[in-house]
């Protein structure tokens, strides 16, 4: 009977006690995941408005590779003077020419952001929540994502900026 119940608490133990996505962020970050609870929570934010954005192949391309770039150089930008994965992808009419193979978007803006934070201080939901609340508290870039562009993707890339730890974040969208 001891056993039953030492095997019992372990039982419940390990699993009462095991990480969520509502846990705090340590050591590794789900960037994934990250980018797409970003993207939803952006579109809940606005839902009241009618603005709803699709990801595609090639938004989450252009996203991704500005979110990368910046990483890379730490510097948060929309213009590119450096060679990042073998090309030069000076602005975002040349991201979407290098990326987009069918022609598709008519009209393209993307906007830029890094999110600070501590490991084991913020959850996920608290990390994707800051990054919008950077985008918001910028009219330009709140204009962005209240656009009628029916297609947006996110892109996060772990980084430094100014020596503190974060995530540089670009948002792509495009009609």
């Known amino acids: 009977m001891r056993k039953l119940f030492t095997l019992l608490f372990l039982f419940l133990f390990s699993v009462g006690f095991s990480q969520t996505r509502k846990d705090?962020?340590?050591g590794s970050v789900d960037i994934e995941y990250l980018n797409s609870l970003v993207l939803q929570i952006c579109n809940e934010r606005t839902k009241n408005s009618n603005i709803f954005k699709l990801s595609t192949a090639t938004t989450f391309k252009c996203a991704e590779y500005q979110s990368s770039y910046m990483a890379k150089y730490s510097v948060c930008t929309h213009d590119n003077d450096k060679v990042h994965r073998g090309v030069i992808l000076p602005d975002i009419t040349d991201r979407v020419n290098y990326f987009n193979k069918n022609g598709q978007p008519t009209s393209i803006s993307e906007i830029c952001t890094f999110s600070y934070f501590d490991f084991g201080?913020?959850?996920y939901g608290e990390l994707a929540n800051n990054i919008l609340n950077n985008y918001f508290s910028s009219e330009p870039h709140r204009k962005t994502i209240f656009n009628s562009?029916?297609?947006?993707?996110?892109s996060c890339t772990l980084g430094t900026y100014d020596g503190g730890k974060g995530v540089y974040v670009t948002g792509f969208f495009s009609r």
């Open 24 to 26: 705090t962020i340590t």
């Open 121 to 123: 201080e913020i959850t």
């Open 149 to 154: 562009y029916p297609y947006g993707s996110f």
